[in-house]
């Protein structure tokens, strides 16, 4: 990584952490140990004076766990999109309590915020939605973000929220953008790639789909840090499975990869242009 993106990591004002379904969901203590770390990893950030936004997903995965115990069985594999929606709307609840749990044993207060494409397709949208984070944030409150899954049809193409992480981040013009995976970063040909200042076709073409309980994987990935590319903003996708990976990447020591230009824009845009920006990907 280049000393100068480095340290614009390092002295980042803005961040967006993206967590996948897989960390929050299976073996509960698994689960539990991620968000012991992950709240002390972002307790420590905001310590430092940095603005988080957490967007998660995990509430069809957590829907499914809310079925089993309703109707003592598990639900098939293979759901419909109307199934799909039911159990967001299911276990969106669940996922905030677990997450109220763990943030509150650190003292950081939370919010809710469900959005899609549909609700930034108008100008007042984008300024609604922009006012709302920049209050919350001035609140000191930590905003918690997830696809509003139960009345979406484009959940699929958000892959496993990796592309509403990349609206988040380019809406707030923030510095960094987080993925948090379970693997070390970019691989191609076994090789994890530890910087690139592009995204090619090529690069899409070496992508895998998702392994896990998501509908991402490193193709959606890339596809956010190429639009992110368009912002100025760095992205870093990071093995996940120890958050205090996070720790060591902000102090320049961790492994990942980071997708940046060495000339980050530093501004926020006005709808149309942002608009331009995020779909010329």
Known sequence: MKQSIAERIKNSKIVIIKVGSARVSGDKKQVN?????????????????????????????????????????????KVSLNEKQALAAMG?????????????????????????KADIQSEEGYKNLSNTFKKLLDWNILPIVNENDSIATEEL???????????????????????????????????????????????????LG??????????????????????????CILNGTDPSNMDRFFEGKGKGTVIASTTPLREKFK??????RFLDE
Request: aromatic content about 10%.
């Open 271 to 276: 709808y149309e242009e942002w608009m331009r």
């Open 92 to 116: 969106q609840n669940k996922l905030m309590k677990l997450y109220e749990n763990f943030f509150s044993q650190v003292n950081i207060p939370i919010a809710q915020i469900l959005f899609g």
């Open 210 to 235: 998702p392994s896990g309980p998501g509908t991402g994987g490193m193709n959606t990935k890339l596809k956010a840090a190429k639009i992110l590319l368009n912002f100025g903003v760095t992205t």
């Open 157 to 207: 193409n958000l892959g496993d929220n990796d592309l509403l992480s990349a609206m988040v981040a380019s809406l707030l013009g923030a510095d960094v953008l987080l993925i948090l995976t379970s693997v070390d970063g970019y691989l191609k040909q076994g090789k994890l790639i530890s910087y690139m200042d592009a995204v090619s076709d090529e690069e899409f073409s070496h992508a």
């Open 33 to 77: 140990d991620f968000l012991y770390r992950l709240t002390g990893s972002i307790r420590k950030l905001r310590d430092e004076g940095k603005k988080v936004v957490l967007v998660s997903s995990g509430a069809i995965a957590q829907g499914r766990s809310v079925y089993k115990d309703t109707f003592s069985k598990e639900i098939k594999s």
